[in-house]
């Protein structure tokens, strides 16, 4: 069965601080991997989509990578404003989507 | 382009009762899912529908259901309303089976 395992679940870091988030993953036939972050009480904010095993996309301070097994969401000298819920998914060559749960990154000033 | 819209924002109901959410998806996009977030969940996967048909469906009862107009416009129906279905709907829209974006969702609380 498809399936998304992020960690980890919650993350405290000091403003500055690089860290990085994983998401573990399986599937069936990979069309695409996705990473968005959530704000409480609104919607998941698309950030990025990789498709194969070494892909690699920068958006400002995030840097998302992609393996065979995994992806990274790399957080270099991260901003309070950083502070949110980060969510992967991936979506199957049925054209189904898989989430997981989250990691919840709060970066401290 | 305008992003995807859902109405109404926040729903208060009582048990039993029923409810109907609506989706318009980004201008272009053929494609409408339906989730339902709740903290310890995550989100789930409702059903997808793509041109007017369902093309795929979660595992959840046939309580919840839905159905996409011609202008690709989406609605999604929860009967019966129990407290569980108590949560945050989303809403997401694609080309049809890339990126999907998502709306700002529909709080509904069941009393």
């Known amino acids: 069965e498809d399936q998304v395992t992020q960690s980890p679940e919650a993350l405290r870091l000091q403003e500055g601080e690089s860290s990085s988030l994983n998401c573990s993953y399986t599937v069936s036939g990979l069309r695409g991997l996705f990473w968005y972050r959530q704000d409480p009480g609104k919607g998941p904010e698309f950030l990025f989509t990789l498709y194969s095993a070494g892909e690699e996309k920068e958006k400002e301070r995030l840097k998302a990578t992609l393996t065979k097994k995994e992806s990274f969401l790399h957080i270099t000298a991260p901003k309070p404003e950083d502070s949110a819920t980060y969510l992967c998914?991936?979506?199957?060559?049925?054209?189904?989507?898989?989430f997981g749960t989250g990691t919840s990154l709060t970066v401290i000033p | 382009k305008a992003g995807v819209t859902q109405t109404p924002r926040y729903l208060i109901k009582t048990r039993g009762q029923q409810v109907t959410l609506s989706c318009s998806p980004i201008?272009?996009?053929?494609?409408v899912s339906w989730y339902q977030q709740t903290p310890g969940q995550g989100l789930q996967f409702l059903f997808e529908y793509f041109s007017e048909t369902q093309r795929n469906k979660g595992n959840f009862p046939g309580r919840f259901s839905g159905r996409q107009f011609s202008n690709s416009r989406s609605e999604m129906n929860v009967s019966t309303l129990e407290l569980g279905d108590s949560a945050l709907y989303l809403c997401?829209?694609?080309?049809?089976?890339?990126?999907?974006?998502f709306g700002p969702g529909t709080r509904l609380l069941v009393l």
């Open positions: 997401a829209s694609n080309m049809g089976s890339e990126t999907q974006y």
């Open positions: 998914a991936v979506g199957n060559t049925g054209n189904q989507f898989y």
């Open positions: 201008s272009g996009h053929r494609s």
